[in-house]
């Protein structure tokens, strides 16, 4: 059974990069897409972005400025970069799997726990 | 970037009193949407995909139903673990979009 595994640093200050990894067990990156949303009391859930196994990326415009999605298939993870973060930042941020029966329509069948960034 | 309204914002129940949940989409996404639920600190949990079909896993008691820009999810004789935090989203564009939640909890 897949399960992702999150980790990174959860304390911030302005204008640091915020740097989470998730580690995919009992399974394998390929054949899928990989998602990172974020979750704020004020916003809600926001779709950062996904990427599929070779790398190939597609970013939330509001978002794109600043973040970086990257996968490393020798340790079967992927993981999210934002650049100067602001306490706007502030979520707990989910990377998840992104699953569908055609190329370009998926949606997030395994999630990780989560983890809770602020700054 | 599509945006998802749910309503109403939260529902009260009696334990066994059917539930319905409804989204809406502001433009046509064919039957591209999926159901989450969420408790309080755990991540959500996939219900529905394809507006209609159940993941794995998923009781029959939830169903869901709709296409293009209205759509229903509904709980029949809701159970204790239930009462929860319940999310639409869109995959049919990217952004993808959620809508902000409806709360069901006990009357």
């Known amino acids: 059974q897949v399960q992702l595994q999150q980790g990174g640093a959860g304390l911030l200050k302005p204008s640091e990069t915020l740097s989470l990894t998730c580690v995919v067990n009992?399974?394998?990156?390929?054949?899928?897409?990989w998602t990172w949303i974020r979750q704020s009391p004020g916003v809600g859930l926001e779709w950062i972005g996904e990427?599929?196994?070779?790398?190939?990326?597609i970013y939330n415009p509001s978002l794109k400025s600043r973040v970086t999605l990257s996968v490393d298939s020798s340790k079967n993870q992927f993981s999210v970069r934002l650049s100067s973060v602001t306490a706007a930042d502030t979520a707990v941020y989910y990377c998840?799997?992104?699953?569908?029966?055609?190329?370009?329509?998926?949606?997030?069948?395994?999630w990780g726990r989560g983890t809770t960034v602020t700054v | 970037d599509i945006v998802m309204t749910q309503s109403p914002a939260t529902l009260s129940l009696s334990p066994g009193e059917g539930a319905t949940l409804s989204c809406r989409a502001s433009?046509?996404?064919?039957?591209?949407l999926a159901w989450y639920q969420q408790t309080p600190g755990q991540a959500p949990r996939l219900l529905i995909y394809?507006?209609?079909t159940r993941a794995t896993g998923i009781p029959a008691r939830f169903s869901g139903s709709g296409s293009g820009t209205e759509f229903t999810l509904t709980i029949t004789r809701p159970q204790s673990e239930d009462f929860a935090v319940y999310y639409c989203?869109?995959?049919?564009?990217?952004?993808?979009?959620f809508g902000q939640g409806t709360k069901v909890e006990i009357k």
């Open positions: 009992g399974g394998s990156l390929s054949g899928y897409h």
């Open positions: 394809g507006a209609s």
């Open positions: 998840a799997r992104a699953l569908g029966l055609s190329w370009g329509y998926y949606y997030m069948d395994i």
């Open positions: 990427i599929d196994h070779s790398g190939s990326t």
């Open positions: 433009q046509s996404i064919s039957t591209n």
């Open positions: 989203q869109q995959y049919n564009r990217w952004p993808r979009t």
